[in-house]
């Protein structure tokens, strides 16, 4: 008797709660906001392109070392040094999508031996990046690395760790980290 009222009870409870309205909290976590899937698509995208790109890319930049090893004339030579550092300038731009979507995101502390408490950074999509007390432009040259060159002429050479989080410069004690992301 115990077990037929038991079995009536869950019975009805399953039945109730599948005609009830849904938790509509649990209901829209479940859903992707499509912002963020946007976001996301755009990202494998880029991360798709640049590895389908990278054989054509390594093979152009072959082809143009080997053509400037056999150029005799001084004016052919120019002209192939110069579009074999375009190739590699493009090369790393295009291969790294993660690295300039990690730089554009949010803003970053720069410290220095000027500045161990450091400041906000910003680096732009139209290749600019500024702080209080710099202004420069910034490209990335390696494999997590990025070259800045300042209004007042320095060079600094920022090298990313794996996660893209923090970075150490080349000189004047220069660090940094990813800073929240302001709302």
Known sequence: MKTVLIVSCLSAFIGISAFSEPDTATATAAIPHPLNEATRLQQEFESRRAAALRPVLAW????????????ESPEAQEAIAR?????????????????????????????????????????????????????????????????????????????FNASLSAYEADRRNVSGRRLAAVP
């Open 60 to 71: 152009y930049r072959a082809r143009l070392e080997a053509l400037q090893q056999t150029e």
């Open 83 to 159: 579009a074999l550092t375009s190739a590699r300038e493009t090369f790393w731009q295009e291969d790294q999508p993660e690295l300039r979507q990690a730089l554009l995101a949010q803003p970053w502390l720069w410290r220095s031996e000027d500045d161990a408490e450091g400041v906000a950074t910003s680096f732009h999509p139209d290749g600019s990046v500024v702080h209080i007390g710099m202004r420069g432009t910034w490209r990335i040259t390696g494999p997590c690395e990025v070259t800045i060159l300042t209004e007042a002429d320095e060079r600094f050479v920022l090298r």
